[in-house]
């Protein structure tokens, strides 16, 4: 999928680009067909809610369900980012986010590239989130917020919370997204499952907690650019990957039965 110079010029100036219902309802049930099974399965890549069983994260199903493999080798997210990045990328992280109903919580404010750099040394902010929405996502069911071009400030300081969710997170104090917010404000892509938004690893975003009966699944690509790769391996694998290869796109109807 090629993006038209005015929506490359949207990414640059905005921080993110959606496109609702991108992938059809076959396609999207593919994928949806596989969440139950690797839910269900007790292992390291299902991170849970704190106190509860229902899973907060997946990891890396890319490397275990044939489903989630073809998603990753996918031209609808693949070729926008190399076109945007102009190199070669890999898959840095894939996370599958279950955000369930009723007990999904809180994503604190933050920037990818914040965890990405603290943690992982990743050299510069030369990459993306893309991402896929598995369920409808609304106002009321935790969408994400994005607060418009406050990727262009640059990486803000951040604090490491280990404390208030189950997975821990480099998060931007409140005087921080206060300032950003006047700014910029704050806007939620919403809509039906199918759809994609790609945003900037540094543009701040957080989510709210899932009070309603909807689940709010969704599965974010993390592509890096094959030159920026990380430098640091103290995260599990299955967190931040350590492949570089160039992904390999497959056809656009890959994930067609
Ligand atoms: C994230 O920021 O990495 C996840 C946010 C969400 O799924 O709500
Ligand atoms: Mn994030």
Not at 169 to 193: F, M, Q, Y
């Amino acid at each position: 999928m090629k993006l038209t110079a005015a929506q490359v010029d949207e990414y640059q100036r905005e921080g993110y680009l959606f496109f609702p219902g991108l992938f059809s309802s076959g396609e999207i049930g593919v994928l949806n067909a596989e969440v139950p099974k690797l839910y269900a399965e007790q292992r390291p890549e299902n991170v849970r809610e704190k106190g509860s069983a229902a899973v907060r994260t997946n990891f890396a199903a890319h490397t275990y369900n044939d489903a989630y493999r073809r998603l990753g080798q996918h031209p609808r997210l693949i070729e926008p980012a190399k076109q945007i990045l102009g190199d070669d990328v890999y898959i840095h992280q894939f996370k599958i986010n279950g955000k369930a109903a009723f007990d999904g919580d809180v994503w604190q404010w933050h920037q990818d590239y914040g965890t990405w750099f603290n943690d992982d040394d990743m050299p510069d902010a030369r990459a993306m989130n893309v991402a896929v929405f598995l369920e409808d996502v609304n106002e009321f069911n935790g969408p994400l917020m994005f607060i418009p071009r406050s990727h262009k400030k640059g990486r803000q300081e951040a604090g490491h919370d280990l404390s208030t969710t189950s997975y821990p997170l480099w998060t931007i104090d409140n005087e921080t997204i206060t300032r950003l917010v006047a700014e910029g404000g704050i806007i939620s892509p919403k809509g039906p499952a199918g759809s994609m938004m790609i945003f900037h690893c540094n543009l701040v975003h957080a989510s709210g907690s899932n009070m309603t009966p909807w689940n709010r699944t969704i599965v974010y690509l993390s592509l890096n650019s094959c030159e920026n790769h990380i430098r640091r391996f103290h995260r599990p694998e299955y967190i931040a990957h350590r492949d570089f290869t160039p992904i390999q796109c497959l056809a656009d109807d890959c994930l067609k039965n």
